[in-house]
């Protein structure tokens, strides 16, 4: 008889709400030349993954690409909330590898989750959860090592738009 053993983990994640300097539509449109979306297709005619590798370096040249994006402006139009918001997961599969071979629950968190939206006053902001500290709650010094990597990532990533990276990712 198998028997099988459920476990759960408690971790504090740290949500980074970072001002960006530009207008909404603009932001949006800045992030989205700085991550340009992954070409599935591409990805899936090449022969290995040294080619993967080389590729994903070309598709993602400031290390994320975006796997998901969903206008939640436009999906919550007609609602009482009238917030400009759009969502996406943006990640990279060859960065992900590093911690899935170790652990394959870590794609949990891989690609991450992020948002654009304007706030009341009307300021652009981006929010994301610290990689780190999803990363670091896997107890495997190997992927809290890719965490932070990705957290220096995304510091570089909130520079090229513009905005000042929170304290949290520089180290």
């Known amino acids: 008889m198998t028997t099988f053993d459920n476990h759960s983990v408690e971790h504090l994640t740290r949500r ?44 993602a040249p400031h290390g994320f690409m975006i796997y998901w994006r969903i206008d939640i402006t436009a999906i919550m139009a007609g609602s009482p909330s009238g917030w400009k918001c759009t969502e996406y997961l943006m990640g990279n599969h060859v960065i992900a590898e590093r911690m899935f071979r170790h652990d394959p629950s870590a794609v949990l968190h891989a690609p991450l989750r992020t948002v654009i939206y304007a706030d009341a006053e009307g300021t652009t902001r981006f929010a994301v959860d610290q990689p780190s500290t999803l990363f670091d709650s896997y107890g495997n010094p190997a992927i809290a090592e890719v965490g932070e990597e990705l957290d220096q990532l995304l510091a570089d990533l909130l520079s090229l738009m513009g905005a000042s990276p929170p304290k949290e990712l520089v180290p």
């Open 16 to 59: 980074l709400d970072v001002a960006l300097p530009l207008p909404y539509e603009r932001a949006v449109q800045r992030y989205e030349e700085l991550v340009p979306p992954v070409d599935t297709a591409r990805f899936g005619q090449l022969a290995d993954w040294d080619a993967v590798r080389a590729f994903a370096e070309i598709n």
